[in-house]
């Protein structure tokens, strides 16, 4: 057996005892489990709850030891003293209680990712271990201590190495899932991941420097490290689309977390998700910081005396409505400082009482209480009365305000006068028109100035009463049965009987508009306007933020393209930190360096210096003569690259990046070429599933901001520039399609195209 295999088996023994813990654990949770459940419904209300509430925690205990599969381990530290400690997705301890795996987020683990050979403590060797399944495939060692025995003992062995692990990770097939990078975290990536829960952590990288993976394996750290405040307040991470969040869902699970909400903007209000997208001028408008104070405008604009005023009779007496009482009412509500909605109960009610003081100031006697309450009683009914009521302070709810506001432009002009006539033209819409994306962050200005609907307010309002005798209920039983304390309380048997109990945090916070989040992870974080952090921080006072993105791939006119400008009237110029990350891990250096010349001849600021590999082969340039020409060559690329890269188990990713003028043309040529270069069998595996995870994909520059595949074909990039909305948009277009392949890049364009841009 030579020393290498010896290695394998010696690793193979402790990866097996770890996945034989793991098992152990899987199958203590799945009996403890099946014995609650077993229980059935029987007993009282308070054995009930605690079954459930077992259950629950046995259930998700299984399901954080079932992510936990794939690569369980993945490295090994030995220290000066010759002891080994095994890093791992999650701790594990043996029956004993003593330790078999560290999880990569304990103070102990830290080493693995930041120890150097000139700062290395006690540690004197890091090894990286490859698992396939449960198999030990390989070992790689970093000597640290260039005087330890482990030097000559790594060379004889031939696991003596530097960045195998990571450059195995790279060169890997693509899949339609992003896979986590905890096995091969680099220190500068580390360094981040492990900041302070406090304040806000930017993090500017190019493309291919592992922002995104950084941002969730922070949110995983954070969550370990804070779990007893985060597991209460829940994480929420904001991403671009749908589709990138369904690239990143598996990284958290994998990561042993499963309870954080991931959401975009268009979905972040619940109940409500927009998927129109507005013009790129209009969505800049909306997304200015002054839009809040045309909303606040709008809702005070229904805050106002009435131009006529009616004379009320009761029993025959006249009762005069007088605007300087509606101005007093309205002042004293507003001091309420509570929502329109909400405020308006004080408004009503003053003005109620103030009408009922000018009836009993024409009478010649003192009435009684009864016939206080039945003169009230008729000023609630009196249908002038109540329509001037509502003329005065309109009750509203946030949709039926934001239509008003952009299919008038009368309203934009009163509420938002610093609008010239350009910008209100490109506001206005017909009366009824779905919300856009854009709307968003203004209906949610809208609903925290207006508070509930006033129908929906009187629902919530019959469901608290129905739920606090529900509490008073569980409060004697608990009571009745002597419990008073511990496992079960009054408000989990609440839960209980609401049929709640089983609800995560995570499940609460996504369908509570006002809940208020221990953590915001934001990727992309350069395309969010104004309006769209303004959102963002209602929901987390504490403004403990992670922030991810790239100024030199804005897209949107009015994102980021300066992170001081931005985070310092955000959070203070004290209160956030700028971390770069500088090495390219997913593009070949050609394709790095090719992208980032680009870049900078367009004049976006390129924070990427490095790139990791070399691969002679990854760039191809081919002009064709006319669009016809462009069309057959892409499609015959496009089959090409799918023979080379795209696996029958699943796995490689090839997209074609076209002008939105051309995709349909495309993708018929696509079409058409790999129909011819494939089987049946192979069709159908290309073509299955959901359009988003399709092996081979025709899509616009916008649509693959934060994804990467094997290989890219880029189609007539200067057709792409000229339908951006601006210069710089174009440039970061381009810039962001240029840098999604991790192995290939193919350039086509016709000669016509050619002489529009250089790249």
Known sequence: ????????????????????????????????LDAVRAAGSHGSPTQRTERDSFATMYEDRLTQLRSVEDRLVFGRLDNTSGDRRYIGRIGLSDEHHEPILTDW??????????????????????????LHFR??????????????????????????????????????RRTGKMTDIVATIQAEQDAIIRADLKGAVVVQGGPGTGKTAVALHRAAYLLYTHRRMLDRSGVLVIGPSSTFLRYIDQVLPSL??????????????????????????????????????????AVAGRERVPQQLPVISINGIRIAMRAEDIREAIRDARRTRQPHNKARETFVREMLETMRRRYVDELDYAPEAEELRDIMSQLRMNDQLRITLNLAWLPMNAQWLLDQLFSKPEQLHRYAPWLNKQQVQALVRPKGSELTVSDIPLLDEALELLGPDPREAARAAARDAARQRDEQFAQETLAQAGIGSGIVSSSMLVDQMQGLDAELTAQRAAADREWTYGHIVVDEAQELTAMDWRMLIRRCPSRSFTIVGDVAQTSALGGTRDWARTMDRLFGPENWSLNELTINYRNPKEVSQLAA?????????????????????????????DQQALLKATGQQAAQLASEFVQADGTGRVAVITPIALHDEVQASVKQALRSAMTDSQMQQLEQGDAWDHQVSVVGAQDVKGLEYDAVIVVDPGMIEQEAPSRLVAASDLYVALTRPTQRLVILRTRADEKTITV
Do not use: W
């Open 597 to 625: 010349e680009f870049a900078e001849r367009e004049g976006l600021y390129v924070s990427t210096v490095n790139g990791v590999r070399t691969m002679p082969d990854s760039v191809k340039h081919e002009v064709c003569d």
């Open 135 to 172: 198999e030990v495939t390989g070992v790689e060692d970093e000597v640290l201590d260039v005087h330890s025995a482990h030097v000559d003992e790594a060379s004889q062995s031939g696991t003596l190495t530097g960045e195998g692990a990571l450059l195995a990770s790279l060169s890997s």
């Open 1 to 32: 057996m030579s020393n290498y295999s010896s290695q394998l088996e010696i690793e193979q023994r402790a990866v097996d005892r770890a996945y034989n813990r793991l098992d152990d654990l899987r199958a203590q949770a799945r009996q403890r």
């Open 256 to 297: 042993g977390e499963t309870g954080v909400v991931s959401r975009t903007i268009a979905d972040l209000i619940p109940g409500v998700t927009a998927t129109r997208v507005d013009e790129p001028y209009a969505a800049k408008i909306k997304g200015q910081a002054r839009m809040h104070e045309a909303i606040r405008n």
């Open 105 to 130: 987020r304990a103070e102990a683990a830290r080493p693995f990712y930041e120890a150097t050979p000139s700062n290395h403590g006690d540690i004197v060797m890091r090894r990286h271990i490859t």
